[in-house]
């Protein structure tokens, strides 16, 4: 059975979603900051996700009428709640890193052995 919120669950914890979420928790950026500001995304991997996250109503999407064009992104207040709890959860992570790694260091010797 194929259930709904699952995408939603894949669109907010993807690689990209955490952290453009976790990034836009700050203040409304253009493409081009939001880009920097995320580090290691490709321009069309960003676009997919903001589109992605638009689309389910985290993001929203202020396009400009100027010249050039002036496109900034924010959250909703729905993605406010869903960015909070995510950027939670990555906080979580690194906060544990050192366990994790340990476990799997743990893990990986007791499969060697």
């Known amino acids: 059975m194929d ?6 669950l894949e669109h907010v914890t993807s690689r990209w979603g955490v952290l453009v979420l976790a990034v836009l928790l700050h203040r409304s ?3 081009s900051e939001l880009r920097r500001q ?6 069309k991997m ?4 903001l589109q992605t ?3 389910d109503g985290f ?5 400009k009428p100027v010249i050039p064009p002036r496109v900034d992104y924010s959250l909703t207040p729905t993605g406010r709640e869903v960015a909070e709890q995510v950027s939670a959860l ?3 992570v690194e906060g544990r890193l050192d366990d994790v790694l340990a476990a799997r260091k743990a ?7």
């Open 107 to 113: 893990y990986e010797a007791t499969r060697e052995a």
């Open 59 to 63: 993001v929203h999407r202020a396009a």
């Open 46 to 49: 960003l676009a997919q996700t």
């Open 29 to 31: 950026y253009r493409f």
């Open 3 to 8: 259930c709904p919120s699952r995408g939603v």
């Open 90 to 92: 990555a906080r979580w």
């Open 38 to 43: 995320v580090g290691g995304v490709s321009e």
């Open 53 to 55: 996250l638009e689309r």
